[in-house]
């Protein structure tokens, strides 16, 4: 069984950064692809940004680009998102999902189709 735990959440004013992590064992790594996701209050749980096995491919909601990078070390074993430029609106509880992928599969930014997911940290943005 393949566990996710996030960190790196926290209270920043706004246009400041934070540097999310998740460190994932349990399985090989790279075998999974992997995604971020976040939950505001009172909303529902939508996409971030997501990276296929490789780390080769990357997706991102309309509402970061350009803003967020998310990256992975298959090495280490972790999965991160980096976020800059951050909103008020950014406020939420971010979790990190994965799920096994093929190597050549498309990226997968759908909450259902991911089958694995952390406790989530909680990051919070003042204006």
């Known amino acids: 069984q393949v566990q996710l735990v996030e960190s790196g959440g926290g209270l920043v004013q706004a246009g400041g950064s934070l540097r999310l992590s998740c460190a994932v064992s349990?399985?090989?790594?790279?075998?999974?692809?992997m995604g971020w996701f976040r939950q505001a209050p009172g909303k529902e749980r939508e996409f971030v940004a997501a990276?296929?096995?490789?780390?080769?491919?990357?997706a991102y909601s309309d509402s970061v680009k350009g803003r967020f990078t998310i990256s992975r070390d298959n090495a280490k074993n972790t999965v991160s998102l980096q976020m800059n430029s951050l909103k008020p609106e950014d406020t939420a509880v971010y979790y990190c999902?994965?799920?096994?992928?093929?190597?050549?599969?498309?990226?997968?930014?759908?909450?259902?189709?991911?089958?694995?997911w952390g406790q989530g940290t909680q990051v919070t943005i003042s204006s």
């Open positions: 349990g399985r090989t790594f790279s075998d999974y692809a």
């Open positions: 990276v296929k096995r490789s780390g080769g491919s990357y």
């Open positions: 999902a994965a799920r096994t992928d093929g190597w050549f599969s498309p990226i997968k930014i759908r909450e259902y189709e991911y089958a694995y």
